[in-house]
Nanobody, 126 residues
């Protein structure tokens, strides 16, 4: 069992920045992928970024490249999502998720992830 806890969400003005954290505990998934997704009411969960616990491989939604950066601290079992130049379209609940069974090429698909955090709200005011 893996337990994920997100933090760092809040209210920010357009153009501002936030850094989200995803702290993992429980069973270590040494070959796991950790992904960030976001969701707004009535919409499907949207892929944001993903990173491998081992190595340095990352993946981003094309529309967010250059503004969002995913990183990790293996010693702290924590994955971060740095979000810059935020706009109102970034308002959503942000979730982190992990799985050890995701084939390469489908890290953007939320159906492959086994464990999810509770989410953290990000609200961008214009």
């Amino acid at each position: 069992q893996v337990h994920l806890v997100e933090s760092g969400g809040g209210l920010v003005q357009a153009g501002g920045s936030l850094r989200l954290s995803c702290a993992a505990s429980g069973r270590t998934l040494s070959r796991a992928v950790v992904g960030w997704f976001r969701q707004t009411p009535g919409q499907e969960r949207e892929f944001v970024a993903a990173i491998y616990w081992s190595g340095a491989g990352t993946s981003y939604a094309n529309s967010l490249k250059g503004r969002f950066t995913i990183s990790k601290d293996n010693a702290k079992n924590t994955v971060y999502l740095q979000m810059n130049n935020l706009n109102s379209e970034d308002t959503a609940v942000y979730y982190c998720a992990t799985s050890a069974r995701i084939p390469a090429g489908v890290v953007h698909s939320h159906g492959w992830y086994d464990y999810w955090g509770q989410g953290t709200q990000v609200t961008v005011s214009s």
